[in-house]
């Protein structure tokens, strides 16, 4: 049986640190499902389409990663694939209690579900999503934070909001 795990997030963008952990899971399983979350409530930069294909373009040398969405419960999703893990990484110990509550409520929604928690390399602790979007949005360089078909993908989705606002 392969081994399977379920990497999900928002993915809004893919950082390199969402990257790092990939390649990392990627050499413990024998297969990785990263897995764009529908989240509508975060109202997302990148629509669920454009996040899975950033993805997607993103992993595509990694022979043993697919890119997926879902929408359901994560456990329902996790259990659809056949997985045995989910992959959650931890930036901070700020990060642990609220993935450790994720982690316990799954445990109690499906007990055959384990949760394995990685860290990012030390060089990306600091990188989050928000923060990247942040940056971009304020016409820094977020080269060394994002995979480049996320750093253009970003300058062609704010570059228009950069415009408009500097018209104001």
């Known amino acids: ?38 989240n509508e409530g975060k109202r997302p930069l990148f629509t669920l389409a454009e ?9 595509a ?13 994560l456990v329902e999703y996790v259990a659809s694939c056949q997985a045995q893990a989910i992959v959650r990484g931890l930036r901070a110990v700020s990060d642990f209690e609220f993935e450790f509550q994720l982690a316990l ?6 007990e055959k579900i384990e949760t394995i928690f990685m860290m990012p390399k030390d060089t990306y602790t600091f990188l989050s999503s928000r923060i990247v979007k942040e940056i971009a949005r304020l016409g820094g360089d977020v080269s060394s ?3 480049p078909n996320v750093q253009v993908a970003l ?3 704010l570059e228009p909001r950069r415009l408009s606002s500097a018209k104001k």
Do not use: C, W
Not at 105 to 110: C, P, S, T, W
């Open 51 to 59: 996040r899975v294909a950033l993805v997607k373009s993103a992993v």
């Open 105 to 110: 409520m799954n445990r109690k929604l499906d």
């Open 155 to 157: 300058g062609k989705k």
């Open 1 to 38: 049986m392969k081994r399977t795990a379920i990497y999900p997030g928002s993915f809004d963008p893919l950082t390199n640190g969402h990257l790092d952990v990939i390649q990392r899971a990627a050499k413990l399983f024998d297969r990785v499902i990263v897995a764009v979350a529908k």
């Open 145 to 147: 934070f994002v995979p």
């Open 61 to 73: 040398k990694l022979p043993n990663v697919e890119t997926d969405s879902f929408s359901t419960l």
